[in-house]
């Protein structure tokens, strides 16, 4: 009877010891699975978010002719499959270099002034992989121009590059535009115009200015209200009131019209005079008849 308690108890040591051991194993390669599944997520996500390479030839870049030249390192993970490739260089303003006037100063002071949370300011380039035979590379350098006109200025800049579908190639970094900003007036206002340290600013065109007639140079008794002095034109020319020659009517000439015998300056002269004498003799005939 002994025996077989002996028997029964080392039988269930062996079970429970076989069952740890399976447990042990069991944990070991649940972690084992759960470490490779982490690492292959990571290695899944890791292209969404950084692909390949980029750098700066040089992190800062003086102004020439009022704009910046940007030299580029780009390069792929692999060669794209066109030679041109559409990307996105984005730069978002961390600092700008302020020139102000202050007072106490007579020439600008250079200031750099902090800013954060700007929106970056976009340039979408076609980046070219391929050389002259048209054969495509996965690395390429690139150039390109930043001018004032598009919103840009002395200052610093964080610099990232984007594909069209928002992979980030490489990291981001740090440039700096060196240039001359427009001066802003920072000088607080005085009221001290009096005092023989501030000059007052003369007209350049008051040289050639009559000279201002003051009061003392006017009689006492005189008024001094503005007098007009001289002929002006009337605002109506005398010309027209006169008639035009269309405006003019033309009048007969007095007289009965008729001629005088024997005067001189009755028209037909003696051949009117024998006509009336004819007229004369006709009518004493039919008188006579009539008597």
């Not at 001359?180 to 040289?207: G, H, L, Q, Y």
Request: glycine share 10%; hydrophobic share 40%; charged share 25%.
């Amino acid at each position: 009877m002994k025996r077989k308690l002996r028997e029964g108890s080392e039988a269930a040591k062996s079970l429970s010891h076989a069952s740890g051991t399976a447990l042990s194993t069991g944990r070991r390669s649940a972690f084992a699975f759960g470490a490779l599944c982490v690492l292959g997520l990571a290695t899944v996500a890791l292209p969404a978010h950084a692909a390949g390479t980029f750098k700066l030839k040089s992190t800062e870049v003086t102004e020439v002719s009022g704009a910046w030249h940007v030299f580029v390192t780009l390069e792929l993970p692999k060669a794209p499959s066109m030679p041109h490739v559409p990307l996105k260089f984005l730069f978002t303003k961390t600092a700008v270099f302020e020139r102000a006037l202050i007072d106490n100063h007579k020439e600008p002071v250079l200031n750099r002034t902090v800013l954060s949370g700007q929106n970056p300011s976009v340039e979408s380039l076609d980046v070219d992989f391929a050389d002259g035979s048209g054969k495509i590379f996965k690395g390429t350098r690139f150039d390109f121009g930043l001018t004032r006109a598009r919103g840009y200025e002395s200052g610093e800049y964080k610099v990232q590059v984007r594909t069209t579908d928002g992979l980030d190639i490489g990291g981001s970094a740090n440039l700096v535009l060196k240039g001359d900003n427009p001066v802003v007036d920072r000088r607080s206002i005085t009221f001290n115009a009096k005092e023989p340290a501030i000059k007052k600013v003369e007209d350049p065109n008051a040289a050639n200015a009559a000279p201002k007639q003051s009061n003392d140079d006017v009689p006492s008794g005189a008024s001094q209200d503005v007098v007009a002095t001289g002929t002006a034109a009337p605002f109506v020319p005398q010309s027209a009131f006169d008639k035009t020659p269309e405006e003019e009517v033309k009048e007969r000439p007095k007289g009965c019209g008729c001629s005088v015998p024997g005067d001189a300056s009755s028209k037909g002269g003696p051949l009117a005079a024998l006509g009336l004498a004819a007229l004369a003799f006709v009518g004493v005939g039919r008188r006579r008849r009539a008597s």
